[in-house]
């Protein structure tokens, strides 16, 4: 399977309802470094209310 990004073989994939993507490493560090800036993440972390303890 290939990256969904680019024509790399893929490092990861993941399926939902039949449908099967996958990334290689270097997008999907991309793609989590897109997350950790998104607000709707800081939202929904309040709205959980979850207790992590180290």
Do not use: N
């Amino acid at each position: 399977m290939q990256c969904h990004y680019c024509d790399r073989d893929a490092d990861l994939a993941v399926e939902s309802d039949g449908i099967k993507v996958g990334v290689c490493k270097q997008h999907f560090r991309e793609q989590m470094a897109e997350l950790e800036d998104a607000e709707w993440l800081d939202e929904l972390d309040e709205q959980l209310d979850i207790d992590r303890r180290e």
